[in-house]
T-cell receptor
């Protein structure tokens, strides 16, 4: 099956620092990757959609200068939380999709990264 | 625009009992529907999906769901609950861009399933 990994699985950082989260598709090439944010006991909220080699498309209300997304290859996307603050503490989940061009492809989700900003 | 409503944020069943998790959707174009399961501190795992083929969809771990267009529903069922089924379940909707819909997954708020021994 399709496997998506995230690194790190959890991170604690000081307020004002930047944190990079990696999302990798291990056994398939992901044309499209998605980044979600999940608050405790709530659903997933889509933050942005990234396509390999192009700029990410951010959802309304998501600051693109704060949440930098880079999808440099077909197997790797990164999310950098810049100048993190305590309110950025959350569970960040990525997903990847193959996009074969005709049929709707399934999104495969990573295990998530828990970020705690002190 | 698409949306999903999951009825019941918490469902509790006894081991061996029927599991029924409710999901209603709203979509202006033919929808794609998904059920995902999330275990504590983990990402989402796809249980099953409906993409306009058979209306009764069978998934992993003995789960199945039936697409009912007239009721705009996609309820998830399992005949006999197991302790390992205890988790959070999310229903999600998207649509084909070719039909004028959005490829983005829109999730419901989730239903936490508790299985009692």
């Amino acid at each position: 099956g399709a496997v998506v990994s995230q690194h790190p699985s959890w991170v604690i950082c000081k307020s004002g620092t930047s944190v990079k989260i990696e999302c990798r598709s291990l056994d398939f090439q992901a044309t499209t990757m998605f980044w979600y944010r999940q608050f405790p006991k709530q659903s997933l909220m889509l933050m942005a959609t990234s396509n390999e080699g192009s700029k990410a498309t951010y959802e309304q209300g998501v600051e693109k200068d704060k949440f930098l997304i880079n999808h440099a290859s077909l197997t790797l996307s990164t999310l950098t939380v810049t100048s993190a603050h305590p309110e950025d503490s959350s569970f960040y989940i990525c997903s990847a999709r193959r996009d074969r061009g005709v049929l709707q492809e399934t999104q495969y989700f990573g295990p998530g990264t828990r970020l705690l900003v002190l | 625009a698409q949306s999903v409503t999951q009825l019941g944020s918490h469902v509790s069943v006894s081991e061996g009992a029927l599991v029924l998790l409710r999901c209603n959707y709203s979509s202006s174009v033919p929808p794609y529907l998904f059920w995902y399961v999330q275990y504590p501190n983990q990402g989402l795992q796809l249980l099953l999906k409906y993409t306009s083929a058979a209306t009764l969809v069978k998934g992993i771990n003995g789960f199945e769901a039936e697409f009912k267009k007239s009721e705009t529903s996609f309820h998830l069922t399992k005949p006999s609950a197991h302790m390992s089924d205890a988790a959070e379940y999310f229903c999600a909707v998207s649509a084909s861009v070719w039909a004028g819909g959005s490829e983005k997954l829109v999730f419901g708020k989730g239903t936490k399933l508790t299985v009692n021994p």
